[in-house]
C-alpha cells in the first residue's frame, strides 16, 4: 500500500520561497493516494492533478518500491510580477511565467526577486505580457543592461514598452517590436554615457536608424 509521496523540485535558490505554497497545495491533493494499492495505482491520476497545475513546465512520477511514489517537478521560470492595488495593506503580485500565463496571486513575502510590471493591461492582454517577455529575452547577459539591473518595465499607447534601471530614473524607451536590435543599440549608449560620466534623463530607442538621448 502506498504510505509515501515523495515530490522532489528543481528550481533556482531565488524561487524557493515562491514555490513553496504551491508544492504544499500538491503535496496535499496526493495524500487521497495514501492506501492505495502501489502495484494497481494507475499513475494517470497523478498526472491529471499535475497537468492542471499551471505552475509546472515537466513533470516524471514513477514507483517507488515497496510502498512509496515519487514525483519530479520542474517548474516554470517567472518571467516577471504584475503589480495589483494594495489589498488590506499587503502588496500582491500575479506571477507570470516564461509562457505568459499568470499564476496565483502572491503575497510580498512570498514573490520572487524579478522585474515588476504595473497595470491591468498586462493582466487582461497576453500579447502585451508577450511583449514584455520579449523585451527581458532580448536584454545582454552582461552589462549595466542586463535584466537584473532592471527596477521596472511598463507599457502605454503612446510610447509602448519602457524600463527603468535600479539606481537610476533613467527611462528607456522601447516602442512595439525590434526589441533585439533597440537593446543592442542602448546597451552602447550607455557604455558610451558611463565612459564620459554623462547622466541621461530618457534614452529613446524607438526610433528607426538612431538613439535619443536626453541628458540631465
Known amino acids: 500500500m502506498i504510505d509515501e509521496i515523495d515530490i522532489k523540485i528543481s528550481v533556482k535558490a531565488s524561487q524557493k520561497l515562491f514555490i513553496k505554497p504551491y508544492v504544499e497545495s500538491v503535496n496535499e491533493k496526493m495524500t487521497q493516494f495514501k492506501g492505495q494499492s502501489l502495484w494497481k495505482f494507475p499513475l494517470k491520476k497523478v ?3 499535475l497537468k492542471n497545475e499551471k ?5 516524471r512520477i514513477s514507483r ?3 510502498s ?3 514525483v519530479e517537478l520542474v517548474p516554470h521560470e517567472i518571467a516577471y510580477l504584475i503589480q495589483t492595488r494594495e489589498s488590506h495593506g499587503a502588496t500582491e503580485f500575479f506571477p507570470v511565467t516564461e509562457s505568459a500565463q499568470i499564476l496565483k496571486r502572491v ?3 512570498q514573490a520572487p ?3 515588476i510590471v504595473r497595470g491591468d493591461q498586462f493582466l487582461k492582454n497576453q500579447k502585451i505580457r508577450e511583449g ?3 523585451i527581458l529575452k532580448s536584454l545582454p547577459e552582461v552589462g549595466k543592461l542586463q535584466p537584473s539591473y532592471v527596477a521596472e518595465l511598463g507599457y502605454d499607447k503612446k510610447d509602448g514598452y519602457w524600463i527603468s534601471l535600479l539606481q537610476s530614473d533613467m527611462k528607456i524607451k522601447y516602442g512595439e517590436d525590434q526589441f533585439e536590435l533597440k537593446s543592442s543599440r542602448v546597451s552602447q549608449v550607455i557604455d558610451y554615457l558611463e565612459n564620459r560620466d554623462l547622466k541621461a534623463r530618457v534614452i529613446d530607442a ?3 536608424k538612431k538613439v535619443l538621448v536626453r541628458l540631465h
Do not use: H, Q, R, T
Open 47 to 49: 498526472s491529471e492533478i
Open 55 to 59: 505552475w509546472i513546465s515537466e513533470f
Open 64 to 66: 517507488a518500491w515497496p
Open 68 to 70: 512509496g511514489l515519487e
Open 107 to 109: 503575497d510580498s513575502k
Open 113 to 115: 526577486g524579478v522585474v
Open 132 to 134: 514584455a517577455i520579449a
Open 206 to 208: 524607438n526610433l528607426s
